[in-house]
Nanobody, 120 residues
Framework: QVQLVESGGGLVQAGGSLRLSCAASGSAGSINYMAWYRQAPGKQRNLVAVINSGGNTNYADSVKGRFTISRDSAKNTAYLQMNGLKPEDTAVYYC??????????????WGQGTQVTVSS
């Protein structure tokens, strides 16, 4: 199992910015993609952004133009830069990564989540 450690959540006013980080443990081996999901209270978990090993990205329509996902492959770390935050962005944000661990076993693991709260 690959450990994913998220950081960077918090409380911010509408219009503000936050940067989330997700670091994968050294056993991650080769990572195919890293993604951010979010889940608001009482709602399902939805994809926010994803980046693959080639650097290709995809975003949910609701965050296009405001959020940017990036990746430092040398550090096995993904980032989510969130600008122009809105109260509706309030949710627990989860990191997800999939690939091949150093053991040769496929993995698809989740972080513990980090709370993002945007006040109006």
């Amino acid at each position: 199992q690959v450990q994913l450690v998220e950081s960077g959540g918090g409380l911010v006013q509408a219009g503000g910015s936050l940067r989330l980080s997700c670091a994968a443990s050294g056993s991650a081996g080769s990572i195919n993609y890293m993604a951010w999901y979010r889940q608001a209270p009482g709602k399902q978990r939805n994809l926010v952004a994803v980046i693959n090993s080639g650097g290709n990205t995809n975003y949910a329509d609701s965050v296009k133009g405001r959020f940017t996902i990036s990746r430092d492959s040398a550090k096995n770390t993904a980032y989510l830069q969130m600008n122009g935050l809105k109260p509706e962005d309030t949710a627990v944000y989860y990191c997800n990564a999939a690939g091949i661990a150093t053991t040769g076993i496929l993995f698809n693991d989740w972080g513990q989540g980090t709370q993002v709260t945007v006040s109006s």
